[in-house]
């Protein structure tokens, strides 16, 4: 090529290269749960967010920021992300939109839920309650996902749910008591069921609080040996093995509470997102049943 064409090309290929630089920073696309804003809470929407100290606080219009994987990796496998953050705020890096970018190049759908607090740490007195309207958003991000599943390329029957800490606590309340949805509900979203094909339970809040049956989901349960969570997590580990409940429970040494997820985390406690998509594999989440 001669080098005058190729000085010309310089320009050009510099500017394809930041064009796909800029593609793949471009932020992830978020659905908020209600449209015209939380039943009862509608003039709130608008009201801003507040970046805190180790994520985000004053979650007034809930929302789903969106991983979907490439078609050609996706398997089909999707799973709703609720960060922890003690009620108080959400720590929304570290254990939602990594873990959520992480699954998607995995071939898993991923869906990281602000939710409501309440115990908001910018708010003198919250409105906001755990039982009520905390447990409303995780079902409702759980409706969006089923109701939009074959826009996002979703199996309905392979959607499940994965919570830190207080969105561990979330995540395994809405497993004990899944609904069917409303069918006479005006809202197609409403429709939608809540029940999960897996929980994934990464050192929950209130784990004593557990009682699985044996209609609940398949889970995975993970905490640190210095965690005073773990020893409620390993009884809880048991309770769903009495329940005839498929469940595998990693504690790992040397850690306590709040080891989130990283990438870069060279300790044995940092492999716990291989070992959860090893378990999904081998539980079959990550292929579509084969038909009759």
């Known amino acids: 090529m001669p080098l005058s064409l190729r000085l010309a090309l310089v320009p050009v290929l510099a500017l394809l290269a930041a064009r ?12 908020y749960l209600w449209a015209h804003g939380a039943p009862g ?18 979650i007034n219009n809930p929302s789903l920021t969106l991983f979907l994987p490439p078609g050609r990796t996706a398997t089909g ?21 990594a873990l959520g970018a992480w699954l998607a190049q995995r071939g898993v759908a991923a869906f990281v839920l602000k939710y409501r607090l309440a115990k908001d740490q910018t708010m003198e007195h919250s409105p906001y309650r755990i039982d009520v309207e905390e ?8 409706r969006v996902v089923r109701s939009r ?10 959607i499940g749910i994965l919570g830190f800490s207080a969105g561990g606590r979330l995540a395994a309340r809405v497993c004990m008591a899944p609904d069917a949805g409303d069918p006479s509900s005006a809202d197609p979203v409403e429709r939608a069921g809540t029940a999960c094909a897996f929980q994934v339970l990464v050192y929950p809040g209130e784990p004593d609080e557990i009682v699985p049956t044996k209609a609940s989901p398949p889970a995975f349960l993970v905490a640190g040996f210095t965690d005073d969570l773990a ?27 709040a080891f989130n997820f990283r990438v870069d985390d060279s300790r044995p406690v940092g492999s716990w997102g291989e070992r959860m998509m090893d378990w999904l594999g081998y539980e079959g989440f990550l292929a579509a049943a084969p038909k009759a």
């Open 20 to 31: 796909a630089v800029a593609a793949d920073a471009a932020p992830a696309p978020v659905v």
């Open 41 to 58: 809470f509608e003039a709130r929407k608008d009201e801003p967010e507040v970046p805190v100290k180790w994520g985000v606080s004053h």
């Open 77 to 97: 496998a999707a799973v709703v992300i609720l960060p922890g953050g003690g009620h108080r705020y959400l720590n929304i890096a570290s254990e939602g939109t």
């Open 135 to 142: 447990m409303q958003d995780t079902r409702r991000a759980l």
């Open 149 to 158: 599943a074959a826009e996002w390329g979703i199996d309905p029957a392979r």
């Open 231 to 257: 020893d409620g997590l390993i009884r809880t580990s048991l309770k769903f093995k009495q329940a005839g409940v498929p469940v595998e429970l990693h504690v790992y040494a040397g850690v306590g509470h």
